[in-house]
């Protein structure tokens, strides 16, 4: 006999936390950013961009490691 599949009763709140994170991201680099930032200064708008990319990237996956338990990856040491 087959055991019944487990439903995670995080998983709401895994979602809902993934779409507060990435979607303050996608509100600050479309209103904030150009508000901020100078029109002509191309670079910056991109380093600043990439950066709130990055820190996005990061919260992400302080809350999956938050949520669901698992480690976040470690730098692979070659030698």
Known sequence: ??????TNFLRPLYRLG???IWSSWLVTIL???PALVPRHDTFQRLLVSVLLTLLAYFLQ????RHI????????RRGG
Do not use: E
């Not at 006999?1 to 487990?6: E, V």
């Not at 996956?61 to 999956?64: A, E, H, K």
């Not at 338990?69 to 730098?75: I, T, V």
């Open 1 to 6: 006999m087959k055991t019944p599949r487990k």
């Open 18 to 20: 993934w779409l507060a």
């Open 61 to 64: 996956r302080l809350w999956d």
């Open 68 to 75: 669901t338990g698992r480690p976040l990856p470690r730098a």
């Open 31 to 33: 209103l904030l950013v």
